[in-house]
T-cell receptor, first 114, second 113 residues
Framework: SQQGEEDPQALSIQEGENATMNCSYK?????LQWYRQNSGRGLVHLIL?????REKHSGRLRVTLDTSKKSSSLLITASRAADTASYFC??????????????FGKGTHLIIQP | KAGVTQTPRYLIKTRGQQVTLSCSPI?????VSWYQQTPGQGLQFLFE???????NKGNFPGRFSGRQFSNSRSEMNVSTLELGDSALYLC????????????FGPGTRLLVL
């Protein structure tokens, strides 16, 4: 089952503009991560934000987390053509044996127009 | 450090056959997880291995199995292939220090005819 749901499903912007995508999840989390996937290849870890953090930055990336609304947002500033990719939020489900595998949303497909 | 490697990268099989996919984690990583990605279901967790033991398993039929060797390399096997098993199979490894962050390989694209 999908834990995270990204919004929008697709986003097309001009190079240099900012891109914002959102993620909602259903259950309590310890942390939330964002991954990028280029054209059906492997995923690349972008950033992890813990449940006691509200905002985190990494280069041109800014992630926010609102645990009361069970939502997160990823902002990419000054977008570049190389940012064209699918972006996924992911959470861990925790059971008695520790962290289960990551549960991913459907992803936001971002297209940067030159 | 070298990244996660997966072999083969592409595979074509017919229904009823079985297939074995291989994954070599980043050196020093002892946890290996497998995921299936399809257009319809998205990314779904298959199972995780740690120190040669399956630690967690997703909601997949018993046709999907895996194992991990003493050098942390992992294989997954799918028996009696079905058309719906056509997917990108991704392997990911993680370290003890930062267990939540997973490093993915390029994937094996399996087509079942």
């Amino acid at each position: 089952s999908q834990q995270g749901e990204e919004d929008p499903q697709a986003l097309s912007i001009q190079e240099g503009e900012n891109a914002t995508m959102n993620c909602s999840y259903k259950t309590s989390i310890n942390n939330l991560q964002w991954y990028r996937q280029n054209s059906g290849r492997g995923l690349v870890h972008l950033i992890l934000i813990r449940s006691n953090e509200r905002e985190k930055h990494s280069g041109r990336l800014r992630v926010t987390l609102d645990t009361s609304k069970k939502s997160s947002s990823l902002l990419i500033t000054a977008s570049r053509a190389a940012d064209t990719a699918s972006y996924f939020c992911a959470t861990h489900q925790y059971s008695g044996g520790g962290a289960d595998g990551l549960t991913f949303g459907k992803g936001t497909h971002l297209i940067i127009q030159p | 450090k070298a990244g996660v490697t997966q072999t083969p990268r592409y595979l074509i099989k017919t229904r009823g056959q079985q297939v074995t996919l291989s994954c070599s984690p980043i050196s020093g990583h002892r946890s290996v997880s497998w995921y299936q990605q399809t257009p319809g279901q998205g990314l779904q967790f298959l199972f995780e291995y740690f120190s040669e033991t399956q630690r967690n398993k997703g909601n997949f039929p018993g046709r999907f199995s895996g194992r991990q060797f003493s050098n942390s390399r992992s294989e997954m096997n799918v028996s009696t292939l079905e058309l719906g098993d056509s997917a990108l199979y991704l392997c990911a490894s993680s370290s003890l220090d930062i267990r939540e962050t997973q490093y993915f390989g390029p994937g094996t694209r399996l087509l079942v005819l």
